[in-house]
């Protein structure tokens, strides 16, 4: 059905204005000052923006629903993950696929695409995680980028003998990114030293949810940075550092930028938003917010902040890894290394980005768009069919509502977690209306769509 968005302020990365929004076969055909009703074919659906504003679809480049992790397995299903999303206004997500050290790259891109084939309600692709890298790893890594349109890598720099990539499989990994024109995102620590620290730590008895913290201090993960950077500027490869936490990670980003290293930066909303005091919660109640790198100091959220506003920091998502607390972090009351990692924050992160961004003054409503839409379509390979309102993209369309009050509480998540890490904080504007390739998914902060409406995206390499 044809759908028309009247009298909205339309907000993209580079602009804003008064227009409405004319959509048709899943595309945006129109934008204008003023359109006619009358002039539109019968039947056409009218939904009027006054007072809201209207983005494109936000898009959140970090996201676990089907994670393996500490001996269990991430409570989503993409159904309610994704649902999750479209209420938030997320469109779009990047799944990591995240396979073990002895699996094939093949297997694990079947098996996430299938899970997400079967259940995801917006459209979705896929970061694939390289922990094994052998001749049959990097013949079937060729294929997943040429056949199947896997535009990205992750690695990880941590997490000893599960998913960490040794030095001398990382630089033939990056030269074979650039020969290929993947960019690779890289979660930046050091394992051995984390693997160390941890092991001091819990024969001093020190194995509270308040220690992961000090086991992977700020300095570790800025030493990872300089890593990965050290690499790819050896190689020419083109790298994207997910989840920083702190100032050092990013001035470690940015001095390599100097250098003509080609390096993205990422922040996601726990990190914005949340601090250390979080995870040292009486009653075993801090297990709820370990994630690595951990939650900081309060003092880094401000450079983080300023890092967005002047964009050496590209992107916003979610690292979205979504265990329960009664059953799955529970696993680590005797050893903090045992607990799952990761808040649930999909549904949350836009909202949590305009009232502690926008409404707070500290960014504006485009680099909103841009951090977290705009960007994301751009670095990897889905801009300009996703990211912008404009005329030949999709019809992916986010009527907000700036002025709506209210808080975050685990009873309005549709994610299957028992727990909300923003529980009781303020909230300052919704996604009132979602519009997905031209269907509406959510009204009234609902979700109303088709149930497995979403749509795989492969992507042309770029880099």
């Given at each position: ?9 339309v907000?993209?990365a ?14 945006i ?25 209207v ?7 970090h ?8 001996g ?5 299903d993409h ?6 999303a479209?209420?938030?206004?997320t ?10 050290p ?9 098996t996430?695409?299938?899970l ?8 979705y692709?896929?970061?694939?995680s ?22 990205s890598f ?7 003998g ?8 990382l ?10 024109g ?33 086991s992977?201090?700020?300095s570790?993960e ?20 997910v989840h920083?936490?702190c100032?050092?990670a ?14 993205r ?30 939650l ?32 799955q972090?529970?696993?680590g ?7 799952p990692n ?27 768009v ?6 994301a ?11 912008v309102?404009?005329?030949?993209s999709?019809?992916d ?6 002025s709506?009050e ?9 994610s ?10 303020r ?5 009132e ?15 109303v ?6 749509r ?8």
């Open positions: 059905m044809p759908l028309l968005v009247k009298n909205g302020l907000v993209n580079d602009s804003q204005r008064r227009a409405d929004v004319f959509v048709e076969d899943e595309t055909t129109r934008i204008e000052a003023a359109i006619d009703p009358a002039e539109l074919p019968e039947g056409t659906e009218v939904i009027d923006a006054t007072d809201r504003l983005f494109p679809g936000f898009i959140d480049p996201v676990h629903i089907h994670l393996p992790f500490m269990t397995n991430a409570i989503d159904d309610s993950a994704t649902r999750a479209l209420v938030g206004g469109t779009t997500i990047i799944e990591m696929i995240c396979p073990g002895d699996d094939e790259p093949r297997t694990a891109f079947e996430w695409k299938g997400a084939e079967d259940g995801a309600n917006c459209d692709s896929f970061h694939l390289v922990v094994r890298f052998d001749a049959l790893a990097d013949r079937q890594i060729r294929e997943l980028v040429a056949e199947h349109g896997v535009a992750k690695i990880f720099l941590a997490y000893k599960a998913l960490d990539i040794a030095d001398s499989n630089i033939p990994l990056l030269e074979l990114a650039r020969e290929l993947v960019i690779v995102t890289a979660h930046c620590e050091n394992a051995e030293a984390i693997d160390a620290m941890q092991r001091r730590l819990l024969a001093e008895g020190r194995t509270g949810p308040e220690w992961h913290e000090p992977r201090p700020r570790v800025a030493s990872g940075v300089n890593h990965l950077c050290t690499f790819a500027e050896l190689t020419g490869a083109h790298v994207y550092i920083t936490s100032e050092a990013l001035d470690q980003a940015i001095a390599a930028r100097k250098r003509g290293v080609d390096v930066v990422e922040s996601v909303i726990p990190h914005l938003v949340l601090d250390d005091t979080c995870a040292e919660r009486p009653g075993f109640e801090g297990a709820k917010y370990v994630m690595s790198p951990p900081r100091d309060a003092r880094e959220h401000e450079p983080l902040w300023r890092g967005i506003a002047d964009r050496s920091i590209s992107t916003i998502g979610t690292d979205h890894a979504p265990f329960n607390f009664g059953d972090k529970t696993m009351r005797d050893a903090f290394t045992a607990i990761g808040i649930p924050s999909i549904q949350e992160r836009v909202d949590l980005v305009h009232t502690h961004g926008v409404d707070a003054g500290r960014i504006d409503l485009q680099t909103m841009d951090a977290c839409s705009t960007q379509a751009k670095i990897f390979g889905l801009h300009p069919r996703k990211g309102i404009a005329v030949g999709d019809a369309l986010v009527i907000y509502d700036p709506f209210g808080t975050f509480d685990v009873a309005d998540s549709l299957k977690t028992d727990y909300s890490g923003y529980q009781g904080m909230r300052k504007g919704r996604s209306t979602v519009i997905l390739r031209g269907r509406t998914v959510v009204r009234a902060g609902r979700f769509g088709e149930a497995g409406g979403g795989y995206l492969p992507r042309t390499p770029s880099h």
